[in-house]
């Protein structure tokens, strides 16, 4: 079992930054694909970045490219989400997710475990 715990949302204006955090415990975790997925009120959920075990490869929708950097910090078991130049549409609660895998995935139902989620509110 791997549970993973999300934190750094929170409130920030249009243009600003924010990063999150996933925290892993449980074991196995330096082998897992880790993603990043997000789901605002009313909509389905939306993927955003995945990172392989190693970070040497690396996802995003065409959303966040360039705005957002995944990465991972396997000996602290901790997964990371610069976000910059933040907008309103950013706006959602962002998981972050683990899949036993040795390809990344941009589809949800591929991922096994899920944090419990962290708001992010981009004001405009």
């Known amino acids: 079992q791997v549970q993973l715990v999300e934190s750094g949302g929170g409130l920030v204006q249009a243009g600003g930054s924010l990063r999150l955090s996933c925290a892993a415990s449980?074991?196995?975790?330096?082998?897992?694909?880790m993603g990043w997925f997000r789901q605002a009120p009313g909509q389905e959920r939306e993927f955003v970045s995945a990172?392989?075990?190693?970070?040497?490869?690396?996802d995003y929708s065409g959303s966040v490219k360039g705005r957002f950097t995944i990465s991972r910090d396997s000996a602290k078991n901790t997964v990371y989400l610069q976000m910059n130049s933040l907008k309103p549409e950013d706006t959602a609660v962002y998981f972050c997710a683990a899949d036993l895998a040795f390809a990344l995935s941009s589809y949800g139902g591929d991922y096994e475990y899920w944090g419990q989620g962290t708001q992010v509110t981009v004001s405009s």
């Open positions: 990172i392989s075990w190693s970070g040497g490869s690396t």
């Open positions: 449980g074991r196995t975790f330096r082998t897992y694909t």
